[in-house]
């Protein structure tokens, strides 16, 4: 999301609080994508809803919404890198009137396979109201394809109307349910915040429009299912990466003594969920420091290098940005480290009141502050990810996720089956292990990165 986030550097100069302030608020909206403020949706729903439907009702609802941003992470997430690939090698070949066809076509990919699961979970597999199952298959297809429209934000300069989709979506969604649910039940409230999520993805898919369709010939272009070919690597990343954030979950909603049957194959696990949940809010400093920071600078950096190696710049040009871009990155990341870990660090601090405040148990706490180390190393495991990306190193984040997308799911086993002071391990140290791998192929993709520039096809 380089190109947007040099956007949101305007921002900074001259550096006022002002200024400032928008930027990293834009810049926490954007970066943090749907499934974040999703989690702000399911605890503000459930204190919403408290008054209007029962408890069991509150819960169908909140697990349908949880299940629903689940399986489109995991699904999408198939697409996910090869999409941002492909976007990318067309700005690199200045033909960008090409994405938005190609983005047409992932958008009706996406909607038809979305459809096909969506039956499945929610149609034959659940056992509600037709209405209900309707309304649950409509809310995953649309947070399915805002997934995918939100690949391509990284592509788009006007900040403000994507910002503004999100907020006024989650908010009208929010609203919605609530109607919904105090008139007609739960199926109307699940249609209501379903009409949010479908607000947001017009408001992607205008922004999409407007910036990119320019004169293209063609309505939805299939030439993106060829990257898939030649990056199988990157279609395999996507979908372990995401199934690696939520093997765990799926794991202590079917198999953890306090998991609850909700319905058919619906499953809740509250006493890790809301843990967990409320752990992974806490990387949204994180997330947005790299988004505004670490990743922009590196961008900046990743250029003028190639800019010196592709337009016969000497040696000392080449080996100075080379220079700058390791100076961009060590700064970046420790800015980033140190962000994160004071958040972190103080909600360690005042877990007990926070748990306190929210109302949780002693087990919730427990876990909560346990899955707050695995946040913060999962933060760092994405960032390092990323500057995989830039350097393509596609061996190494396969590698990576393949041990995060193992290793949380055996752990968590392990976890599972044993009790519950271990809840919460298999996370941590599953997301160590992958932020290990990812750094120690930074470094050393980083000290060699003219030998793997001149010699790409070099392991």
Same mark, same amino acid.
């Given at each position: @999301?380089?190109?947007?986030g040099?956007?949101l550097?305007? #921002?900074?100069?001259?550096?006022?609080?002002?200024g400032?302030?928008?930027?990293? %608020?834009?810049?926490?909206?954007?970066?943090?994508g749907?499934?974040?403020?999703s989690?702000v949706?399911?605890?503000?729903?459930?204190?919403?809803?408290? +008054?209007v439907? =029962?408890?069991s009702?509150?819960v169908l609802?909140?697990?349908?919404?949880? &299940?629903?941003?689940?399986?489109?992470?995991?699904?999408?997430?198939?697409l996910?890198?090869?999409?941002?690939?492909?976007?990318?090698?067309?700005?690199?070949?200045?033909? +960008? !009137?090409?994405?938005?066809?190609?983005?047409?076509?992932a958008?009706? %990919? =996406?909607?038809?396979?979305?459809?096909?699961?969506?039956g499945?979970?929610?149609g034959?597999?659940?056992p509600?109201?037709?209405?209900?199952?309707?309304?649950?298959?409509?809310?995953?297809?649309?947070?399915?394809?805002?997934?995918?429209?939100?690949?391509?934000?990284?592509?788009?300069l006007?900040?403000r109307?994507i910002v503004?989709g999100?907020?006024?979506?989650y908010?009208?969604?929010?609203?919605?349910?609530?109607?919904?649910?105090?008139?007609?039940?739960l199926?109307?409230?699940?249609?209501?915040?379903?009409?949010?999520?479908?607000l947001i993805?017009?408001?992607?898919?205008?922004?999409?429009r407007?910036?990119?369709?320019?004169s293209?010939?063609s309505?939805?272009? /299939?030439?993106? #299912?060829?990257?898939f070919?030649?990056? +199988?690597g990157? #279609?395999?990343?996507?979908?372990?990466?995401?199934?690696g954030? /939520?093997?765990?979950?799926?794991?202590?909603?079917?198999?953890s003594?306090?998991?609850?049957a909700?319905?058919?194959?619906? &499953?809740?696990s509250?006493?890790y969920d809301?843990?967990?949940?409320?752990?992974?809010?806490?990387?949204?400093?994180?997330? =947005?420091?790299l988004?505004?920071r670490?990743?922009? !600078?590196?961008a900046?950096?990743?250029?003028?290098? $190639?800019?010196?190696t592709?337009?016969?710049?000497?040696?000392?040009d080449?080996?100075?940005?080379k220079?700058?871009?390791?100076?961009?990155?060590?700064?970046?990341?420790? &800015?980033?480290?140190?962000?994160?870990?004071?958040v972190?660090?103080?909600?360690?601090?005042?877990?007990?009141?926070?748990?306190?405040?929210l109302?949780?148990?002693?087990?919730?706490?427990?876990?909560?502050?346990?899955?707050?180390?695995?946040?913060?190393?999962? @933060?760092?495991?994405?960032?390092? @990810?990323t500057i995989?990306?830039? #350097?393509?190193?596609?061996?190494?984040a396969?590698?990576?996720?393949?041990?995060?997308?193992?290793?949380?799911?055996?752990?968590?086993?392990? =976890?599972?089956?044993a009790?519950?002071?271990?809840?919460g391990?298999?996370f941590?140290?599953?997301?160590?292990?992958?932020? $290990?791998?990812?750094?120690?192929r930074?470094?050393?993709r980083?000290?060699?990165?003219?030998?793997h520039?001149?010699?790409?096809d070099?392991?």
């Amino acid at each position: @999301m380089a190109g947007i986030g040099f956007e949101l550097r305007k #921002l900074l100069v001259p550096r006022t609080y002002t200024g400032t302030l928008r930027a990293y %608020l834009y810049a926490g909206v954007i970066s943090t994508g749907p499934w974040i403020v999703s989690i702000v949706s399911i605890i503000l729903l459930n204190l919403i809803l408290q +008054p209007v439907i =029962t408890e069991s009702e509150r819960v169908l609802f909140s697990t349908t919404i949880t &299940h629903s941003y689940a399986l489109a992470l995991i699904l999408t997430g198939a697409l996910q890198y090869v999409l941002n690939r492909h976007a990318a090698d067309l700005v690199s070949a200045e033909t +960008p !009137d090409k994405i938005y066809p190609n983005a047409i076509a992932a958008l009706v %990919l =996406t909607a038809f396979l979305a459809l096909a699961v969506g039956g499945l979970l929610f149609g034959a597999l659940t056992p509600e109201p037709l209405l209900f199952k309707f309304a649950a298959i409509s809310l995953f297809v649309y947070v399915s394809l805002i997934f995918v429209a939100a690949n391509y934000l990284s592509v788009l300069l006007h900040y403000r109307g994507i910002v503004f989709g999100f907020l006024v979506g989650y908010a009208i969604g929010c609203a919605a349910a609530w109607f919904g649910a105090s008139r007609w039940g739960l199926a109307a409230g699940l249609f209501g915040f379903a009409t949010g999520h479908l607000l947001i993805f017009a408001v992607l898919l205008g922004c999409l429009r407007r910036e990119l369709a320019g004169s293209a010939a063609s309505l939805a272009s /299939w030439e993106f #299912l060829g990257h898939f070919r030649r990056f +199988p690597g990157l #279609l395999v990343c996507g979908f372990l990466y995401n199934l690696g954030i /939520w093997i765990d979950k799926i794991l202590f909603w079917q198999l953890s003594a306090e998991n609850q049957a909700v319905s058919g194959v619906l &499953h809740a696990s509250p006493e890790y969920d809301l843990a967990i949940y409320l752990s992974l809010l806490s990387i949204v400093p994180g997330l =947005t420091v790299l988004f505004l920071r670490l990743e922009t !600078d590196f961008a900046g950096a990743f250029r003028r290098f $190639f800019d010196a190696t592709n337009r016969g710049g000497r040696l000392r040009d080449i080996l100075a940005a080379k220079d700058e871009m390791i100076d961009s990155l060590r700064s970046g990341f420790l &800015h980033l480290l140190s962000v994160q870990a004071i958040v972190t660090l103080a909600l360690l601090i005042y877990a007990d009141r926070i748990g306190d405040w929210l109302g949780i148990g002693a087990l919730q706490e427990g876990i909560f502050r346990v899955t707050l180390i695995g946040a913060f190393l999962l @933060m760092l495991f994405l960032a390092l @990810m990323t500057i995989l990306f830039y #350097l393509d190193d596609r061996k190494g984040a396969l590698i990576a996720c393949v041990t995060f997308a193992a290793a949380n799911a055996g752990l968590s086993l392990a =976890t599972v089956l044993a009790n519950e002071a271990w809840y919460g391990f298999g996370f941590v140290v599953a997301a160590g292990a992958a932020m $290990f791998i990812t750094a120690w192929r930074v470094n050393a993709r980083i000290a060699r990165f003219e030998y793997h520039v001149f010699l790409p096809d070099a392991a």
